[in-house]
Nanobody, 122 residues
Framework: QVQLVESGGGLVQPGGSLRLSCAAS????????MNWYRQAPGKQRELVAG??????????DSVKGRFAISRVFGDNVKKTMYLQMNSLKPEDTAVYYC?????????????WGQGTQVTVSS
């Protein structure tokens, strides 16, 4: 099993910054794909940024140049993925979710955190 816990959300003014964290535990490693999704009220959940299983970072066009994804994974250190969000806009307001894609046997499973609210408003 895998557990994901997000933190770092809050209220920020337009143009401000926030850093989200996703603490991972259980059977997960840096070879697993991990992603940040977000869901705004009345909208579908969308992919914001993520790491492929090969460790390549990808971003949605709407956040390129403003958001940066990173992670610290090691055998004896806390496994954490981050999303640094700069130049925030009101349209970035959403609940942000951490996601991990884990193979169990031959099947691919999605694991999700509980989400953290980000509100961008003056």
């Amino acid at each position: 099993q895998v557990q994901l816990v997000e933190s770092g959300g809050g209220l920020v003014q337009p143009g401000g910054s926030l850093r989200l964290s996703c603490a991972a535990s259980g059977s997960i490693s840096s070879s697993n794909a991990m992603n940040w999704y977000r869901q705004a009220p009345g909208k579908q959940r969308e992919l914001v940024a993520g790491f492929t299983s090969g460790g390549v970072a990808n971003y949605a066009d709407s956040v390129k140049g403003r958001f940066a994804i990173s992670r610290v994974f090691g055998d004896n250190v806390k496994k954490t993925m981050y999303l640094q969000m700069n130049s925030l806009k009101p349209e970035d307001t959403a609940v942000y979710y951490c996601n991990a894609e884990i193979y169990i046997g031959a099947r691919l499973y999605d694991f999700w955190g509980q989400g953290t609210q980000v509100t961008v408003s003056s």
